[in-house]
């Protein structure tokens, strides 16, 4: 995952001298793109509803590689991926009676640390893809964690209307809001905060731009801090970024939500 640059938070890869430059740079990229540009014209084109779009992209690419399929390039990767995440919320403070809520778990590339650290029956983690949940019962039972009794649900949006009010500590999008229009994000934002317990909070990456706001063949969305912000305190919720995530070798950014009026939750 390389590192946010100055340069990196600027650039806007829809444009076509942004696209002429990097294949000058890259040409070993070049075929891979258009083929991936080519299959996602058809997907859309046969499915022109977003979720049922993404959710044919990950059928594809979960067919050749479910660790790929969730943006990891190798296994160390999707390890060391999985790892960020558990540890920064260890650091924040998760503990194992909490319950939480994994919006977009993939193949559970954290999930299956967050299933073995949490007691059992308190991971909950939700998908619109039905391919990679396959591949995450697969995860589940490589790490003989199925004692602590997950719940794995697909989806196809967010209203989260199936479940409990005030009931999650946690709820973690990792990597979600990067693949999403403002419309899923709205969605999420304008029902999270029913789900909270009032100490609870909602943490979500996104990929962060500083120039104009963009997005790639549909499937990467790049998005100012200040757009997210506003979306979440729209919805009545305070929103901050995560500065001390920054520090880690990612190169999404991070924004923790919470219901107003509420403490913060302490860092450890
Ligand atoms: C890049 S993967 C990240 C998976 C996991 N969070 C992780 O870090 O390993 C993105 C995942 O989000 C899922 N996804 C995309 N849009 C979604 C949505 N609107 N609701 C739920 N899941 C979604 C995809 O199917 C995919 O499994």
Partial sequence: MPKKTARSLAADRSKLSHKAAYALRNPARVAPYVRRALRDRWLRFRHPSHVDYYRAVMASDTANNPEAAVGSGSHDRWLALGQMQFGFLKQHGLQPQHRMLDIGCGNLRAGWRFIQYLDA????????SPDILISAKKTLTHYELQEKL???????????????????????????FSHSPIEVIDE???????????????????????????????????????????????????????DDWEKLPHGQSKIRVSLVDSPVPAEH
């Fill in 188 to 242: 999420c934002l304008a029902n999270v905060g029913r789900i909270l317990k009032p100490t609870g909070f909602f943490d979500f990456t996104f990929d962060r731009t500083e120039g104009a706001e963009h997005q790639v063949l549909r499937e990467d969305f790049y998005y100012r801090t200040a757009t997210l912000v506003a979306l979440a305190e729209k919805h009545g919720l305070s929103a901050r970024f995560m």
């Fill in 150 to 176: 997950p719940h794995l649900t697909i989806t196809h949006d967010l209203k989260l209307d199936f479940l409990p009010s005030g009931h999650f500590d946690v709820v973690h999008a990792h990597s979600v």
């Fill in 121 to 128: 029956g308190n991971y909950y983690g939700i998908d619109i």
